[in-house]
């Protein structure tokens, strides 16, 4: 708790733009060193102390003790489009308490985090041809098999130790990275399309697994005019582990195919790769495979929707099934409330039997 405190306090005087000094003043300690002690946990906080705290940022007590916020401990990246920043913040602020949740029920009902965690060996000098590279052999080792994106959730929940949780966010939120000191996590917007999660799944997971060598910005535009260079690396990474050069060679010469026959072929795989036809059409460019000839008789509008007429898909089940297991058992084990826990994920309790069942989750005996 006192590290958590100390992360509260410096992550208030962060968003307040306080220098140590200023807010040392206000505290009313004697030097500086007393309040670095407090934010790196090092030194407890007094009870009257923490109550300044309380009087100086206005916010109430529970912000500093309660152990479902995430104030202060997470990195997040947003990967969103247009969204304002006021918004974002408390849509932050409400992932965080799924993200928190996790971690305290999780650690009453005996879930490890994982011991180990995988990073690649990439920088920010890594050329993009390094970052496919990287792509195909995720694939290629964690077997993957012929349609990459139906088991990479599940990979990286179960052999990765990564919580991914689909989730309902605020207009313009496409999803989103978060690291943690013993947790990383992935958040996916599942009413977009199921090409589009898929590649911003395999895209915050090269985030994730890159993330101290090039961490990435806070806010990332999904669609800007132009990406930096870590961003770039992370679709090469993305395309290609969706899309491995194996994979694409079990559909045939593309360079023998012409107009209306290529775009029903592309659109064609793409529906079978679980991706989105403009992300296999730059993929078959990249690799050669469509020349510039070819790619000029293709109509953006004929890969729309994978040439399907828009139609409203049913989106996986909220959250994931290792989370929902953890809320059972902690649940069932009396570790919380049926009451508190459906105010922190904001689902209502007579709903609860349904997303248990979507998960094939037994429900606990409360229910």
């Not at 306090?9 to 407090?38: C, H, M, P, V, Y």
């Not at 999780?106 to 990073?119: D, F, N, S, Y």
């Not at 990459?148 to 999803?175: F, H, N």
């Not at 690396?233 to 694409?248: G, K, Q």
């Amino acid at each position: 708790m006192t590290t958590t405190i100390g992360a509260r306090i410096k992550a208030l005087r962060d968003q307040r733009k306080l220098s140590q000094e200023a807010l040392t003043e206000l505290l009313g300690f004697k030097d500086r060193q007393t309040l670095s002690a407090i934010e790196t946990g090092e030194r407890k906080v007094a009870a009257d102390e923490l109550l300044r705290a309380v009087q100086i940022f206005g916010v109430p007590l529970d912000y500093f003790t309660d152990p479902f916020l995430l104030a202060g401990e997470g990195r997040f990246s947003w990967r969103q489009t247009g969204v304002d920043g006021d918004r974002l913040r408390g849509y932050e602020e409400t992932a965080g308490r799924f993200i928190a949740a996790f971690r305290v029920l999780g650690r009453q009902v005996g879930h490890q985090p994982p011991l180990i965690r995988p990073t690649l060996s990439l920088t920010k000098q890594s050329s993009y041809d390094d970052a496919i590279a990287a792509g195909e052999r995720f694939a290629a080792e964690f077997g993957l098999g012929d349609v990459p994106a139906r088991q990479l959730a599940e990979i990286m929940a179960e052999r990765l130790g990564m919580l991914v949780l689909m989730v309902d966010p605020i207009e313009g939120v496409s999803g989103a990275a978060c690291q943690l000191p013993e947790l990383d996590v992935v958040l996916i917007n599942r009413n977009e399309v199921a090409g589009r999660r898929h590649f911003d799944l395999a895209h915050e997971l090269f985030h994730i697994l890159t993330w101290e060598k090039m961490p990435p910005e806070h806010i990332e535009e999904a669609r800007p005019t132009k990406r930096n260079r870590v961003e770039q690396l992370a679709d090469n990474f993305a395309s290609a582990l969706l899309m491995p050069s194996a994979v694409l060679d079990r559909f045939g010469n593309w360079a023998q195919l012409t107009e209306k026959t290529l775009t029903d072929h592309l659109n064609d795989v793409a529906e079978e790769l679980l991706v989105t036809s403009q992300a296999l059409r730059w993929r078959l460019v990249g690799m050669g495979r469509l020349s510039r000839a070819q790619n000029e008789t293709i109509s953006d509008d004929s890969l729309r929707n994978n040439g399907s007429k828009p139609g409203k898909q049913a989106p996986p089940p909220l959250f994931s099934k290792p989370f929902v297991q953890i809320v059972a058992t902690a649940l069932d084990e009396g570790k919380t409330s049926m009451r508190r826990i459906a105010s922190i994920l904001g689902v209502a309790i007579d709903d609860f039997a349904e997303l248990f069942a979507a998960h094939s989750v037994e429900a606990p005996y409360e229910l």
